[in-house]
């Protein structure tokens, strides 16, 4: 009987160690629901980004009319012009796309969120999830990623200045965990 219950309580803790093994600790490309996804590890960090919309996820940031790097000045120069909605809602669709079991196992643990945006339409034409490789984030299944990518695809958009049209795409980031608030909202 000892050897029953133990044989069982090895099995029942062999497949609770399987459950929590992390998704993105190895470069790999994952194909789900009609989408496919790139994991690119390290060692360190997981990046992660839809295969579909990689342009720019290994592309410098240049001038694309003269196809220089940008100077000091340029890169200090404001892409967009200066508004208050953009901010709280991506901050709000993340917050969203994360149930309650998810955010209590992410706690105050960031990711970063990686945007690109077009300079011709100030649309994210591309996102970028960056993961530390100890973080809870690498044991959220991929499909919650892909439905922050497709609303802030779908809900944020921005105006561009004239110095961020002069860039071949714009980049932005930020780190957030589920439930902070934007600057703007507080």
């Not at 694309?64 to 508004?83: A, D, I, N, Q, V």
């Not at 643990?109 to 100890?134: A, H, N």
């Not at 299944?141 to 921005?158: A, D």
Request: hydrophobic content about 35%; charged content about 20%.
């Amino acid at each position: 009987m000892k050897t029953l219950l133990l044989f069982i309580g090895v099995i029942g803790f062999s497949v609770h160690v399987s459950a929590q093994s992390p998704y993105y600790n190895q470069t790999k490309t994952f194909h789900e629901n009609g989408y496919s996804y790139q994991c690119d590890y390290d060692g360190l960090f997981a990046k992660l980004y839809n295969l579909a919309d990689n342009k720019f996820i290994y592309e410098d940031q240049k001038n694309r009319y003269t196809g220089k790097y940008l100077t000091l000045e340029e890169e200090g120069e404001m892409e967009f012009e200066s508004e208050t909605w953009t901010h709280p809602k991506c901050y709000e669709i993340v917050n969203r796309a994360f149930s309650a079991e998810q955010r209590a196992l992410i706690g105050h643990d960031k990711m970063y969120i990686c945007l690109y945006i077009s300079s011709d339409t100030g649309k994210i034409i591309g996102v970028e999830f960056q993961l530390y490789r100890d973080s809870p984030y690498m044991h959220i299944p991929l499909s919650v990623f892909h439905q922050i990518e497709l609303e802030l695809k779908r809900q944020i958009w921005f105006t561009l200045t004239a110095a961020g049209r002069r860039l071949n795409y714009i980049y932005l980031n930020w780190g957030q965990y589920p439930g902070e608030v934007s600057k703007y909202q507080k």
